[in-house]
């Protein structure tokens, strides 16, 4: 059985997945729809579902990526990207955070003679569920000046936390960040891409505007427009 709603590459998922340790998750609601990835290699597309595991109510995220036909031919390990991620979400899990999804399981399977890439590689990485919406979908600009101060507060002690772990997320978007209004629960997702931080001292209001939750003061010179995109 196959999530007939999908087309192209994904067309072949099956609506649930059994893991190594037998455990089963049912594929659910897609969050987003099915894309290449432009970054990490080597190629694939990646879909993100709602998922439930089968028997429990408890709702979780997995991300499926997708081994996509490429000169390097069939790959029995996962993408860079992914890899990236999974260690971010086994730290967080170690580290027990309230700010960031952690690492629920992880597998890999080999895709079916249906598949973009047969004999290539499907993995689902699947890590738990945080409240609230994306801050581009919240339309986070649209807000008044006091709510995006909450953010903005809350945005720090939780960006402060990942870099006391190590981790600096590298792509740096609105998107990237979760708000729920009514708790006041902020969170980080996305860990594809990020790196150790520079030892030096945070500059908030640069990551702040890094981040998309605070203006850039306009450019002095047609330099300092030309440093802001280099």
Not at 111 to 138: A, C, E, R
């Amino acid at each position: 059985m196959t999530l007939q709603s999908l087309s192209g590459v994904a067309a072949f998922l099956p609506c649930d997945v059994t893991l190594a340790d037998i455990r089963n998750y049912e594929l659910h609601t897609a969050i987003t729809d099915c894309r290449e990835c432009h970054d990490g290699s080597p190629k694939e597309a990646r879909i993100l579902f709602v998922c439930r595991e089968t028997g429990t109510k408890e709702e979780s995220v997995v991300k499926v990526k997708i081994q996509l036909p490429d000169i390097a031919g069939p790959s029995a390990e996962p993408s860079t990207t992914t890899n990236a991620e999974i260690q971010a979400l086994k730290t967080f899990r170690t580290a027990n955070t309230v700010s960031t999804p952690h690492l629920v399981a992880f597998e890999q399977q080999v895709q079916p003679d249906d598949g973009p890439l047969p004999g290539g590689y499907v993995t689902y990485t699947i890590m738990s569920k945080m409240p609230g919406q994306n801050l581009l979908d919240y339309k986070y600009w649209s807000t008044g000046f006091e709510e995006r101060a909450i953010i903005q507060e809350h945005f720090i002690v939780a960006l402060r936390s990942l870099w006391a772990l190590g981790i600096a997320p590298t792509d740096r978007a609105l998107r990237n960040v979760l708000w729920e209004p009514i708790s006041g629960q902020l969170s980080i997702v996305d860990f594809e891409s990020w790196e150790r931080p520079s030892g030096l001292a945070m500059d908030e209001q640069k990551e702040l505007q890094a981040w998309g939750l605070a203006q850039r003061p306009p450019p002095g010179t047609w330099i300092d427009e030309w440093k802001l995109h280099h």
